[in-house]
């Protein structure tokens, strides 16, 4: 029986990015990407430190790298400080009045902040950290609405030297409690509430929940978004803009060593507790500038979206410190995609003139479902670069992006990495790799990424493995915070000093790495591993379906069945022949191992409130009929019930 992960999907269409955009592109030519790559992974000293000096460190490192396998140390010696890099750096290099963030709130309000305007708000705000005890390497829990002050906040807290942990919004009280726990945070700061489809979250009401639980919190800085009447202790709770005015709008910025902790982003693992995964401060910054740089073509005058939300690994590299680090503009929207329907995101990009727009498939897919009228109605020609993160997108999803959206103009970035990883760790570079729809492609700089058998053996072409990163890079996690053997455990176990990804992919004969989903998203039906995505890919490449969600599930004869869950498109009705025809479109996309024993045609999937669909309860709900484990990070409970009852009849 074949242990290897079986890949059947093939995809052959090639695009190359147009002669005009590679051209004016930083990495314009392959000759090019190869030579930087190379010395990236033959010289990785001398190619970090040549990155690395184009930012401002307030003491030189006496080394690049050391490295005691799985412990990294980058740029040793040296001082930065982290916010005076995203902001004070920009005062003095010509973009002082130029705007940072173009900031939409949902119900339609507007601000900017230039580089000047952003930095006064930050020393502002690291003024008030300091004036409320917050010291350096204190942890402080964010809880913030997509509001600049979500960023500011950050920022600050960089500024001093504090770790900072921020919790996406979406969470739940109990959620806050766990993380408040695990990172002994002493402050928090958050919001009265936010605004998203239409109505308030009542975010310092979870807050309060959560406080009533973990006592070690001594203050909580609460940001005026909504207006509401809210609940304000004495003694622990003080207004932001109160204790603004209190301080002054300059700060000094104190340089902190290298290997600074610069924050906590807790995120799941296969248990039930979540691992917070520890970023330091050079190394990481070095990563997500020199990833923005060349993965986002940044240029002076690009105005750049990316769609996430800061309480994301996403967020934080890419809306934070990536971008304000390279001195661009960008916009900032606090709301849900359809509001007030699915034109939003269409209307953003017109109305400020939107170049690069960062966004994630399972977003995409809803705007297929949705119907191209909404992004017909609208102006796109501003736009000149598309990415996505998050999963392995569909190819009728890239193609519908690449077509409808970028009018076959724009490349399209799908970057693969991780929470873990800190940047982009596999991705076209926009000015001169082909892309095909469905792959990453190849290796950013420095990344030295490859696929390995159960038995580190490297994988031939269209061989599936385990996808492994075999050197460090800068911006890696440094551990796992409070527990290094979970951290040795969960990451570098497999194969000595190599880090595992958890991901399976492939790589096809042009080198491009295919990734094919978690590993324990990969089913073995009748001793062939076959990935739930490539299933997924395939029926959603039918064009009545919108969406879909493969599970495994025990088989007495063929170890694993295929169960697929799927959301047809809007206006498409249901046949008596719908579940046979899938059937057999999977059947003839990939081969008949692939066909799924069961269709359950169902008009949403269960998701979790950053959009990624949890497979866990599909697979307990096939396997049992109910849901026990812990369900608080669903978007919508009545999917899951719908589902329950659907599956009963
Ligand atoms: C998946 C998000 C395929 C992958 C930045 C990874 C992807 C996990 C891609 C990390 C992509 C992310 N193609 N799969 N372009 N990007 N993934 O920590 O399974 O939220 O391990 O980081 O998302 O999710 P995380």
């Not at 692939?594 to 307990?620: F, Y």
């Not at 026990?628 to 659907?646: P, R, Y």
């Given at each position: 029986?074949?242990?290897?992960?079986?890949?059947?999907?093939?995809?052959?269409?090639?695009?190359?990015?147009?002669?005009?955009?590679?051209?004016?592109?930083?990495?314009?030519?392959?000759?090019?990407?190869?030579?930087?790559?190379?010395?990236?992974?033959?010289?990785?000293?001398?190619?970090?430190?040549?990155?690395?000096?184009?930012?401002?460190?307030?003491?030189?490192?006496?080394?690049?790298?050391?490295?005691?396998?799985?412990?990294?140390?980058?740029?040793?010696?040296?001082?930065?400080?982290?916010?005076?890099?995203?902001?004070?750096?920009?005062?003095?290099?010509?973009?002082?009045?130029?705007?940072?963030?173009?900031?939409?709130?949902?119900?339609?309000?507007?601000?900017?902040?230039?580089?000047?305007?952003?930095?006064?708000?930050?020393?502002?705000?690291?003024?008030?950290?300091?004036?409320?005890?917050?010291?350096?390497?204190?942890?402080?829990?964010?809880?913030?609405?997509?509001?600049?002050?979500?960023?500011?906040?950050?920022?600050?807290?960089?500024?001093?030297?504090?770790?900072?942990?921020?919790?996406?919004?979406?969470?739940?009280?109990?959620?806050?409690?766990?993380?408040?726990?695990?990172?002994?945070?002493?402050?928090?700061?958050?919001?009265?509430?936010?605004?998203?489809?239409?109505?308030?979250?009542?975010?310092?009401?979870?807050?309060?929940?959560?406080?009533?639980?973990?006592?070690?919190?001594?203050?909580?800085?609460?940001?005026?978004?909504?207006?509401?009447?809210?609940?304000?202790?004495?003694?622990?709770?003080?207004?932001?803009?109160?204790?603004?005015?209190?301080?002054?709008?300059?700060?000094?910025?104190?340089?902190?060593?290298?290997?600074?902790?610069?924050?906590?982003?807790?995120?799941?693992?296969?248990?039930?507790?979540?691992?917070?995964?520890?970023?330091?401060?050079?190394?990481?910054?070095?990563?997500?500038?020199?990833?923005?740089?060349?993965?986002?073509?940044?240029?002076?005058?690009?105005?750049?979206?990316?769609t996430a939300?800061?309480?994301?690994?996403t967020?934080?590299?890419?809306?934070?410190?990536?971008?304000?680090?390279?001195?661009?503009?960008?916009?900032?929207?606090?709301?849900?995609?359809?509001?007030?329907?699915?034109?939003?995101?269409?209307?953003?990009?017109?109305?400020?003139?939107?170049?690069?727009?960062?966004t994630a498939p399972t977003a995409i897919?809803?705007?297929?479902?949705?119907?191209?009228?909404?992004?017909?109605?609208?102006?796109?020609?501003?736009?000149?670069?598309?990415?996505t993160v998050g999963e392995?997108?569909?190819?009728?999803?890239?193609?519908?992006?690449?077509?409808?959206?970028?009018?076959?103009?724009?490349?399209?970035?799908?970057?693969?990495?991780?929470?873990?990883?800190?940047?982009?760790?596999?991705?076209?570079?926009?000015?001169?790799?082909?892309?095909?729809?469905?792959?990453?492609?190849?290796?950013?700089?420095?990344?030295?990424?490859?696929?390995?058998?159960?038995?580190?053996?490297?994988?031939?072409?269209?061989?599936?493995?385990?996808?492994?990163?075999?050197?460090?890079?800068?911006?890696?996690?440094?551990?796992?915070?409070?527990?290094?053997?979970?951290?040795?455990?969960?990451?570098?176990?497999?194969?000595?000093?190599?880090?595992?990804?958890?991901?399976?992919?492939?790589?096809?004969?042009?080198?491009?790495?295919?990734?094919?989903?978690?590993?324990?998203?990969?089913?073995?039906?009748?001793?062939?591993?076959?990935?739930?995505?490539?299933?997924?890919?395939?029926?959603?490449?039918?064009?009545?379906?919108?969406?879909?969600?493969?599970?495994?599930?025990?088989?007495?004869?063929?170890?694993?069945?295929?169960?697929?869950?799927?959301?047809?498109?809007?206006?498409?009705?249901?046949?008596?022949?719908?579940?046979?025809?899938?059937?057999?479109?999977?059947?003839?996309?990939?081969?008949?191992?692939?066909?799924?024993?069961?269709?359950?045609?169902?008009?949403?999937?269960?998701?979790?409130?950053s959009g990624?669909?949890?497979?866990?309860?599909?697979?307990?709900?096939?396997?049992?009929?109910?849901?026990?484990?812990?369900?608080?990070?669903?978007?919508?409970?009545?999917?899951?019930?719908?589902?329950?009852?659907?599956?009963?009849?």
């Amino acid at each position: 029986m074949s242990k290897k992960i079986e890949s059947h999907l093939s995809e052959n269409r090639v695009f190359k990015p147009s002669r005009e955009f590679s051209k004016k592109a930083r990495i314009s030519s392959m000759a090019q990407y190869r030579r930087m790559y190379r010395e990236s992974i033959e010289k990785p000293a001398s190619f970090w430190a040549r990155e690395a000096k184009e930012l401002h460190w307030q003491k030189r490192w006496k080394k690049v790298l050391d490295w005691n396998p799985p412990f990294a140390k980058w740029f040793t010696g040296a001082r930065l400080n982290v916010a005076e890099n995203c902001v004070d750096r920009h005062l003095t290099n010509g973009r002082k009045n130029k705007a940072a963030i173009i900031w939409e709130g949902e119900p339609g309000d507007q601000r900017v902040l230039t580089y000047h305007q952003l930095h006064q708000e930050v020393c502002r705000f690291a003024n008030v950290l300091e004036a409320n005890g917050v010291k350096a390497k204190d942890r402080v829990l964010i809880y913030m609405p997509m509001v600049p002050e979500a960023a500011i906040a950050m920022l600050a807290c960089a500024r001093i030297g504090a770790v900072h942990s921020v919790v996406f919004g979406g969470f739940s009280a109990e959620s806050i409690v766990d993380r408040l726990e695990d990172s002994g945070a002493t402050a928090v700061v958050t919001a009265d509430g936010g605004y998203r489809r239409g109505k308030i979250v009542e975010l310092k009401k979870s807050v309060d929940e959560a406080l009533q639980k973990y006592k070690g919190v001594k203050r909580c800085i609460v940001y005026q978004r909504t207006g509401e009447k809210i609940n304000m202790r004495r003694g622990r709770d003080v207004w932001w803009h109160k204790e603004a005015e209190k301080v002054s709008p300059s700060h000094t910025p104190k340089g902190f060593d290298s290997e600074h902790p610069l924050f906590i982003l807790y995120t799941s693992g296969s248990t039930g507790k979540p691992k917070g995964i520890l970023h330091s401060s050079g190394g990481y910054l070095v990563g997500s500038y020199t990833s923005c740089k060349y993965i986002f073509d940044m240029q002076d005058d690009d105005v750049y979206w990316c769609t996430a939300d800061v309480g994301w690994i996403t967020g934080h590299s890419y809306i934070v410190f990536g971008p304000l680090a390279n001195g661009v503009t960008q916009v900032m929207y606090e709301g849900a995609p359809n509001h007030p329907d699915f034109g939003r995101f269409w209307n953003i990009i017109e109305k400020y003139g939107v170049t690069t727009f960062y966004t994630a498939p399972t977003a995409i897919r809803a705007f297929i479902k949705a119907g191209d009228k909404f992004p017909d109605r609208h102006d796109l020609s501003s736009l000149r670069l598309l990415g996505t993160v998050g999963e392995p997108i569909n190819p009728e999803a890239w193609m519908w992006y690449y077509e409808k959206i970028g009018s076959k103009r724009c490349p399209i970035v799908d970057t693969w990495w991780q929470t873990e990883t800190g940047s982009i760790m596999i991705s076209p570079l926009p000015g001169c790799t082909p892309t095909k729809p469905g792959t990453a492609t190849l290796p950013f700089f420095g990344v030295d990424a490859a696929i390995l058998d159960e038995e580190g053996n490297e994988c031939g072409p269209d061989e599936g493995g385990r996808l492994v990163i075999r050197k460090p890079w800068p911006s890696m996690l440094r551990t796992i915070y409070g527990d290094r053997s979970r951290y040795r455990k969960t990451y570098w176990n497999d194969f000595k000093g190599i880090y595992t990804a958890g991901d399976g992919a492939r790589t096809d004969k042009d080198g491009n790495f295919w990734i094919v989903g978690r590993l324990d998203d990969v089913l073995n039906v009748s001793g062939h591993r076959l990935g739930t995505a490539e299933v997924e890919s395939a029926l959603v490449s039918h064009p009545d379906v919108a969406e879909a969600a493969v599970v495994g599930r025990p088989h007495e004869i063929k170890g694993q069945g295929v169960v697929a869950f799927v959301t047809l498109k809007e206006g498409v009705r249901a046949a008596k022949t719908t579940e046979k025809t899938l059937k057999g479109h999977v059947a003839k996309a990939i081969g008949a191992i692939a066909r799924p024993d069961e269709i359950h045609l169902t008009p949403a999937l269960p998701k979790t409130r950053s959009g990624k669909i949890m497979r866990r309860i599909l697979k307990e709900l096939v396997a049992t009929g109910g849901v026990t484990g812990n369900i608080t990070t669903l978007e919508d409970f009545s999917v899951v019930s719908n589902l329950q009852k659907n599956l009963k009849k």
